[in-house]
């Protein structure tokens, strides 16, 4: 059975709302996934800057909380 990992990039928009999309991965491959809105990629580079892309484009949260 293949090991599975999960870690979660989590960004704050400008009202304050946390917005998070998680990356699990199984062997080389990640597979994104928002929870605010349920949009899901396959992602074998670069999964976590695709994150924050993400979550800057479709939900203007670029607030990094470990940064405050």
């Known amino acids: 059975m293949p090991q599975l ?3 979660k990039i989590s960004r704050w928009d400008l ?3 946390e917005h998070v999309v998680r990356v699990r991965r199984t062997g080389v491959q990640r ?9 899901r990629r396959g992602a074998r580079f670069l999964p ?20 405050a």
């Open 5 to 7: 990992d999960t870690d």
């Open 15 to 17: 009202h304050g709302r």
């Open 31 to 39: 597979t994104l996934s928002c929870d605010t809105c349920g949009w």
């Open 48 to 67: 976590w800057a695709r994150a924050q892309e993400h979550l800057a484009d479709a939900h203007q949260a670029t607030v990094n909380p470990a940064a």
